[in-house]
């Protein structure tokens, strides 16, 4: 148990376009869902906490009007990359938390490339 | 702020030796120390934690100890496998919405 999905795996766009990512936990409810950018070699860096229902919490040096997150139910969150630019292209990976429960699963990770 | 080391990879081994890879931390308060594995293609596992000091986690044949004087939380195996093979990340908690820092992940290869 404790799967969470990632769609696309894989995604290219184009400068200035807008790319989603899903991010859903398959047989467990999330009430607590984490967005993390990881860059080649180095750490994740957690972008934003979401909970279920409410606006989500970003990091500080997040722009929260570029990385929109949507988490509308116990099962899916979203992070849409807005007006994506070359740099924004990295490795996205979310994780899900049950209520009450400290241990985060992950997702496999959208690798994004913006040209 | 909080945070966590870990040595740099990628490091290559023979199967059947021993493995240790470094992780040490920095905290104010008393966290909880992970070990997560990453093997190719999948996402992220949790492979053992320790949620106070002397602490041993343990699982698949790995082992690390929570140690607080040294503030470390070494990875170790006694004998690894070509299917151990993945990046492993250190990371800590340490506030009450267990937020996770990370380390930045240290690649592993066995070689048969």
């Known amino acids: 148990g404790a799967v969470v999905s990632q769609h696309p795996s894989r995604v290219i766009c184009k400068s200035g376009t807008s790319v989603k990512i899903e991010c859903r936990s398959l047989d467990f409810q999330a009430t607590t869902m984490f967005w993390y950018r990881q860059f080649p070699k180095k750490s994740l860096m957690l972008m934003a906490t979401s909970n279920e229902g409410s606006k989500a919490t970003y990091e500080q040096g997040v722009e929260k009007d570029k990385f929109l997150i949507n988490h509308a139910s116990l099962t899916l969150s979203t992070l849409t990359v807005t007006s994506a630019h070359p740099e924004d292209s990295s490795f996205y990976i979310c994780?899900?938390?049950?209520?009450?429960?400290?241990?985060?699963?992950f997702g496999p990770g959208t690798r994004l490339t913006v040209t | 702020g909080d945070s966590v080391t870990q040595m740099e990879g990628p490091v290559t081994l023979s199967e059947e030796a021993f493995l240790t890879i470094n992780c040490t931390y920095t905290a104010t308060g008393y966290p909880s120390l992970f070990w997560y594995v990453q093997y190719p293609g999948e996402g992220l596992q949790l492979l053992l934690k320790?949620?106070?000091a002397d602490d041993k986690g343990s699982n698949k044949g790995f082992e690390a100890t929570y140690r607080k004087e040294t503030t470390s939380f070494h990875l170790e195996k006694g004998s690894v496998q070509v299917s151990d093979s993945a990046v492993y990340f250190c990371a800590l908690s340490a506030d009450s919405n267990y937020q996770l820092i990370w380390g930045a992940g240290t690649k592993l290869i066995i070689k048969p």
């Open positions: 994780s899900a938390r049950k209520a009450g429960g400290y241990e985060q699963y």
């Open positions: 320790a949620t106070k």
